[in-house]
């Protein structure tokens, strides 16, 4: 069955940065995009980007422009985020979710079970 | 950004009673609209896309309709496992946007 497989929750301190991965297995990895999407404590759904594991092409909300790099080892069908400069106002969980054939972008199906990421001194 | 405004926020009701959800995006989205089941402290699980197009497994009481600005999804007989929150998304053009979500509690 399609899965995605997040990494353990994370303390860091601000100004660190922080790696969160999203193993995939059960589907062809090169046919869907993985977005990610991140929710502050008792807060809404905000996206964070997308990038095809195909192409390699990625976009990200303006905010987070310059501080998130995106990335996929194919050979272990696994995305990465990673998030620099963190402020307590990364504290959330994020979560990755695949996007549902691989040219709507936007429009996700499966989601990985979250990583809380909790960023303080 | 395209702004997703669902209404109402909250709603209380009992099993068996039957509730509808609106999400209106501030401008055309065609039929580009997710919607998502949030339980508490779990993963959002997408429902409905395409407006209206119900997700594999997902229990046929569950439905979507709209286009263009206005959508609404209908749970046709609450059941004691729907509650909670629900979200709206647009997917039709950058950046993805969510509607700020409606919690549905037991009354």
């Known amino acids: 069955q399609i899965q995605l497989v997040q990494s353990a929750a994370e303390v860091k301190q601000p100004g660190a940065s922080v790696k969160v991965s999203c193993k995939t297995s059960?589907?062809?990895?090169?046919?869907?995009?993985i977005n990610w999407v991140r929710q502050a404590p008792g807060k809404g759904l905000e996206w964070v980007g997308w990038?095809?594991?195909?192409?390699?092409?990625?976009n990200q909300a303006l905010k987070f422009f310059g501080r998130v790099t995106w990335s996929t080892d194919t050979s272990t069908t696994t995305a990465y985020m990673e998030l620099k400069s963190l402020t307590s106002d990364d504290t959330a969980t994020y979560y990755c979710?695949?996007?549902?054939?691989?040219?709507?972008?936007?429009?996700?199906?499966?989601w990985g079970q979250g990583t809380l990421i909790t960023v303080s001194s | 950004d395209i702004q997703m405004t669902q209404s109402p926020s909250s709603l209380s009701g009992f099993v068996g009673d039957r509730v509808t959800i609106i999400c209106r995006a501030s401008e055309d989205i065609e039929n580009a609209l997710v919607w998502f089941q949030q339980r508490p402290g779990r993963a959002p699980k997408s429902l409905i896309h395409?407006?209206?197009i119900l997700q594999s497994g997902v229990p046929s009481r569950f439905s979507g309709s709209g286009s263009g600005t206005d959508f609404t999804l209908t749970i046709s007989s609450l059941q004691p496992e729907d509650f909670a929150t629900y979200y709206c998304q647009q997917s039709h053009r950058y950046p993805p946007t969510f509607g700020q979500g409606t919690r549905v509690e037991i009354k």
């Open positions: 979710a695949r996007d549902r054939d691989g040219t709507d972008w936007y429009n996700t199906d499966f």
């Open positions: 990038i095809s594991p195909l192409s390699g092409n990625t």
């Open positions: 059960g589907y062809d990895f090169f046919s869907h995009g």
């Open positions: 395409s407006a209206s």
